[in-house]
């Protein structure tokens, strides 16, 4: 039997899955492995977790892996590829790849076929490919200067709006904290007052603004609305340009519909983001054909593990 894992490394978890030739085994989930934004030990932590863990679920251990692909955000930066592949290298013996995030989800979605996939996790990217081979991506710039309607970039957005929110309110600040949404957000972060929170949110280095994400997603208050709202329409923007730069409509190739795939947890768990983003995209591109399922993109990984392990042995 041949086993082969993929592994999908984000900025708030890390997913392995174990297969076979065509089966899926297992799954393991571990903690962030983003490099960029965790740091080389806590990858190494996630990484090697996931895969001893999703291996033990399987009934296999690392040695019997014979193909490993791995897609991670920043990981595709050749000098960060080759950390992610000596950790993992630590504990498997065999072939490793190491991709981008975009290109495991845009596998998973669509194979080797034309298409759109927009990921909307901790951070944010729209990335795709005609019939032709061609590929664009628009965003993905980082969460200090972009990753708009991320889950990160949620967090912030709650955090300013409310702040601001309580500069025009009547009451004192801290009587606005009375306000269930404001509190939820400071649960979130373990503070009790708005200073507190404001401390937390201008901290060096930043503190970690998408794990108040579930906090917005699950409020029906009308700024947690008003966040997620915008954050569906950024994504809808990026993955407009990426849909604009692809398939003109003037081209006469262009195909009569346009597939988009959605990805991440701001899709997932955001009503509000996810509607937005379907209807302002297809108010851009009436051409759009939006896959209601949200991929997982270890499921690309995996794939691309098997072809990667079939084109070494028919070499």
Partial sequence: ????????????????????????????????????????????????????????????????????????????????????????????????????????????????????????GT???????????????????????????????????????????????????????????AAAVCKAWGVTSLIDLARVANSVPPPDFAALFPAVAASKDPIAADVCWRAGLELARIGGIVACRLFPPRENSSPAKIPVTMTGGVFRHSAVARGDFCNDLRRMDPRVEINPQIVDPVQGALRMARRAHANDIGR
């Fill in 123 to 181: 951070g944010s990217i729209a990335f795709g490919r005609d019939a032709k081979g061609r590929m664009a991506r628009a965003g993905g710039w980082g969460f200090a200067i972009g990753d708009e309607g991320s889950a990160h970039w949620i967090g912030r957005e709650a955090v300013s709006a409310i702040l601001q929110a309580s500069d025009d309110a009547a009451e004192p600040a801290e009587k606005y904290l009375q306000n269930e949404f």
């Fill in 1 to 120: 039997m041949t086993y082969f894992l993929g592994i999908d490394g984000g900025g708030t978890k890390t997913i392995c899955a174990v297969g076979d030739e065509s089966l899926l085994l297992a799954t393991a989930s571990t903690g962030p492995s983003n490099i960029v934004r965790v740091g080389e030990a806590q990858t190494r932590t996630s990484l090697q977790q996931a895969v001893r863990q999703a291996c033990a679920a399987a009934g296999i251990a690392p040695e019997q892996v014979s193909h490993t692909c791995v897609g991670g955000s920043g990981a595709a930066r050749p000098e960060l590829a080759e950390v992610v592949r000596g950790i993992l290298a630590e504990i498997l013996p065999s072939p490793i790849d190491v991709v981008g995030d975009m290109e495991i989800a845009l596998e998973a979605a669509f194979g080797d076929g034309p298409g759109i996939i927009v990921i909307a």
